[in-house]
Each structure stands twice: as C-alpha cells, then as structure tokens.
C-alpha cells in the first residue's frame, strides 16, 4: 500500500540551531513530493515541493528539503530555527500514477521551537 | 484577496441535524479537495472535483454528499449529523493541469456535533 511516514511526532530544537523533520514514503514509481505547515487553527500552507531536477529544492521561510531516491526520504531541513517556525508539519505525497489528483499525508510532526 | 474561503468558520450543532459547508476558491484552479482532520490532527481526503466532475470519493459515510455548481465552488452537506462528525472541515484547490500540483487550502470549518 502507498503511505508517508512521518517518524516523529514532534521535534525540538533550540532557537538558532539547524533543524531537520523527517519523511519517508513508500509509493512506486517517481512522486511528487510536498511539504506543508500549518499554524495553530489555520489551514496548511505550501511550503516546497520536488517534482522532478536538482534533489535539493528550497521554499519559502527558509526552508530546503532533499529528496533521496535511494532511501525514499524527503527531510525537510532549515539551517537556523526561529521560535515563530513552531508549528505542525505535513509530508505529502502524490504518486505519479494518480490521474485522479490524489495526495497521501503524513500523520504530521509538531515542530517546537525553544527560545 | 482570499485564494481559498470557507463558510462558516464554527458549526456548533446537535446530533440528527442537517448541515453545509461552502467553499470557494478565486485561484482559477480545476481542482477541489474535501479534507477531514480528526483530533489527532491527522488528515483525510474525502472527496475531489475535477471541473465539476467528481474523482475522488474515499470510505466517506453516504450522509456526507459533495456538491459543486461550477468549478471554483465546491459545497459539503452533512446529513443526520453524529458525533463523530466532529472535525475540522479543510476545503482545498490545486491546478495540476497545469504542472502547479501544490494544493491551496481553506481556514477550515470546526464543526462540533453535541
């Protein structure tokens, strides 16, 4: 079955120092891969997506995930944290086969930020 | 200017009732999504609409029935309403015609069954 891992559910960092949130996938074929953010009682926002090229993509607030074909991943990283990054975090996933537009998520991993 | 809009943003209600969700989007998009996030923040596709043409229709109880007029509104209405209805409603867009793929979403609708 197609799935997204999210291992953690939630990850600490210290303000200033590099973070990474982890998302593994098992789907077939080449996806198409996002990330999202969603702040407390909002709804998600597009962070990044790799879709095909350079493994390495950046988005927005900072933010850069790698794509690792041989592992599955796509690590979402930033080399600084902020306090205001804290938030849930969503991997998402749309196998390439999906003529009808469907996307998988993680189960999400709460990223705190400690000042 | 809002890209995605949900009404209303609250639903309190009692079990048995009828109700809807509306969503709107101004991004030109063909494609609309239904989303279901429990309480433990963990998110369901429920339905999808490609210009009006449903797509996607997942393990979704009967009661709950999608409704898109044209393509840039896509409504949910919930019939006899239980308590485990209640979750935050996500309605999002997406262009993947077009090679965008990204989904853009609501704010979401609470709804609360008591």
């Known amino acids: 079955a197609q799935s997204v891992a999210q291992p953690e559910d939630q990850v600490n960092v210290a303000e200033g120092n590099p973070l990474t949130v982890k998302c593994t996938y098992s789907?077939?074929?080449?996806?198409?891969l996002f990330w999202y953010v969603q702040y407390p009682n909002r709804g998600l926002q597009f962070l990044l997506k790799y879709i095909t090229g350079d493994n390495l993509v950046k988005g927005s607030y900072g933010f850069e995930a790698e794509f690792n074909k041989s592992q599955t991943s796509f690590h979402l990283k930033k080399p600084s944290a902020l306090v205001s990054d804290s938030a849930l975090y969503f991997c998402a996933v749309r196998p390439p086969t999906s003529g009808t537009y469907k996307y998988i998520f993680g189960t999400g991993t709460r990223l705190k930020v400690l000042a | 200017d809002t890209a995605v809009s949900q009404t209303p943003k609250y639903l309190v209600t009692q079990m048995g009732n009828d109700k809807s969700i509306k969503c709107e989007q101004n991004?030109?998009?063909?494609?609309m999504y239904w989303y279901k996030q429990d309480s433990k923040k963990f998110l369901k596709i429920m339905f999808s609409y490609n210009n009006k043409e449903l797509i996607i229709n997942e393990t979704v109880p009967n009661r709950f029935s999608p409704k898109s007029p044209d393509k840039a509104h896509l409504n949910l209405h919930i019939n006899s309403l239980e308590l485990g209805d209640s979750a935050v409603y996500f309605c999002a867009s997406s262009q993947p015609g077009q090679g965008a793929y990204e989904q853009y979403f609501g704010p979401g609708t609470r709804l609360t069954v008591t």
């Open positions: 991004l030109g998009h063909d494609t």
């Open positions: 789907v077939s074929g080449n996806p198409y």
